[in-house]
C-alpha cells in the first residue's frame, strides 16, 4: 500500500472510530421517542411539561446521553403533522413513545401496534373507546389521562359561581379533533342545574378562530369556555384578548391559560403529570407491558384564579371562590 493510501487509511480510521463508539453507545442505551403537538421550546419558550418529564428520568438515575437517549419530534401545533412524525420517530425503533393529547396517541397507534406507548396527559381514552378499560388498559398503550368529562362540569359550575347572574355560554370546540363530539352534551345535565344555556362554537384551523371569536361577539354570549385543546393553546393570546375586549369571563382546562389571562382554569397539575410520566417509562424499561400498566387519573387538580383579568372585566370574585383557589394570579 501506498504511504498517501496508508495515512489516509488511518486519518479516516481515526474519524470514524470514535463515529462509531458513539453509534454502538446509543444502541447500547434506550431510546425514548417523545411526540409532542408543541412548537420546538426557545429560550424564550420553554417547555415546563417537556423539562418535568426529562427531570422525571433523572429522578430515577437516567443520565440523558448517558443511560438514555431522548428523541424528540415537535408538530409545531400543526396537527396534521403527528401521524407523520410518529411514523418518523417509529423507523428509529424506539423502546418507549411518550406523546399527549389523544391525537398524539392516536397518530402512535397508527404508526405502531408493538412499540409501548405512554401518554403524558390527554383525553379520556376509555370513554372514547381507544382501550377498554382503566385497569386493564391492553395493547401497546398505557400512561395518564386528564379525567372524565365531568370536570368541564365542574368549570361551568364555577364560571357560575363567578358570575351568579350567568345565562348564555360559549363553548369554543375544535371539531376535528376526537372528543369534540361530546360537546355540548357532556355538560348538557350540569347546564339545566345551573339554569345555563350553552352555544357551541367550531373553529378546526387557526385561520377559523377570528370568525370563530367574530360569531361569540355577535351571540349574545355572556362567558366563554374554551376547549382544552393544543391548536386553542398555542393561540390563547388571541382568544383571551378578544375575550377581554367584549368583557367576557373565561374558564379554561390548563393553568397556561389562566397564566395568558384567562378569568379561571381548573385543571390536572400537567407538570406533575409529565413528570410521572417518566415512573412509566422506567417501568416498562424493567420489563413492564403497556397492556398491565393501568391508565392513571391525575393526582393533583388545581384551580387557578387571575385577579388581574377579574378586575379588568368588573368580576367580584366571591370569598367562597378565593378559599378554593390553589393559586390567585395578580
Request: with cysteine.
Amino acid at each position: 500500500m501506498k504511504a498517501t493510501a496508508l495515512l489516509a487509511t488511518l486519518v479516516l480510521g481515526i474519524l470514524v472510530a470514535p463515529l462509531a463508539a458513539e453509534a454502538q453507545q446509543r444502541r447500547n442505551m434506550p431510546l425514548i421517542g417523545v411526540l409532542t403537538p408543541y412548537s420546538t421550546p426557545t429560550a424564550l419558550t420553554p417547555h415546563r411539561d417537556l423539562e418535568a418529564f426529562a427531570q422525571g428520568l433523572r429522578q430515577l438515575g437516567y443520565v440523558e446521553g448517558q443511560t438514555i437517549h431522548l428523541e424528540y419530534r415537535f408538530a409545531e401545533n400543526q396537527w396534521d403533522r403527528l401521524p407523520a412524525l410518529a411514523a418518523e420517530l417509529v423507523h428509529l425503533k424506539p423502546d418507549v413513545l411518550v406523546t399527549h393529547t389523544v391525537q398524539g396517541v392516536l397518530a402512535a397507534q397508527q404508526a405502531t401496534a408493538t412499540i409501548p406507548i405512554v401518554m403524558a396527559a390527554g383525553g379520556d381514552l376509555v370513554q372514547l373507546g381507544i382501550v377498554p378499560s382503566l385497569a386493564r388498559p391492553g395493547g401497546n398503550i398505557t400512561g395518564q389521562i386528564l379525567g372524565s368529562f365531568e370536570l368541564d362540569g365542574k368549570r361551568l359550575e364555577l364560571l357560575k359561581e363567578a358570575v351568579p347572574t350567568l345565562a348564555h355560554v360559549a363553548i369554543l370546540v375544535d371539531p376535528t379533533g376526537p372528543i369534540a363530539t361530546h360537546y355540548p352534551s357532556v355538560l348538557e345535565a350540569e347546564a339545566r342545574v345551573l339554569g345555563v344555556q350553552l352555544q357551541r362554537v367550531d373553529s378546526g384551523t387557526p385561520e377559523a378562530i377570528s370568525d370563530a371569536l367574530a360569531l361569540i361577539a355577535h351571540s349574545g354570549a355572556e362567558a366563554l369556555m374554551i376547549q382544552n385543546n393544543a391548536m386553542f393553546h398555542a393561540h390563547r393570546q388571541h382568544i383571551l384578548a378578544f375575550a377581554r375586549t367584549h368583557r367576557l369571563p373565561t374558564v379554561c382546562g390548563a393553568r397556561t391559560f389562566a397564566e395568558a389571562g384567562c378569568l379561571m382554569a381548573y385543571a390536572p397539575n400537567l407538570v406533575e403529570m409529565f413528570r410521572r410520566a417518566a415512573i412509566f417509562v422506567d417501568k416498562i424499561l424493567k420489563g413492564a407491558t403497556p397492556a398491565d400498566l393501568p391508565l392513571e387519573l391525575p393526582q393533583k387538580l388545581e384551580l387557578v384564579l387571575n385577579l388581574t383579568t377579574a378586575e379588568a372585566l368588573g368580576v367580584t370574585l366571591p370569598p367562597t371562590l378565593l378559599i378554593q383557589a390553589d393559586e390567585v394570579i395578580k
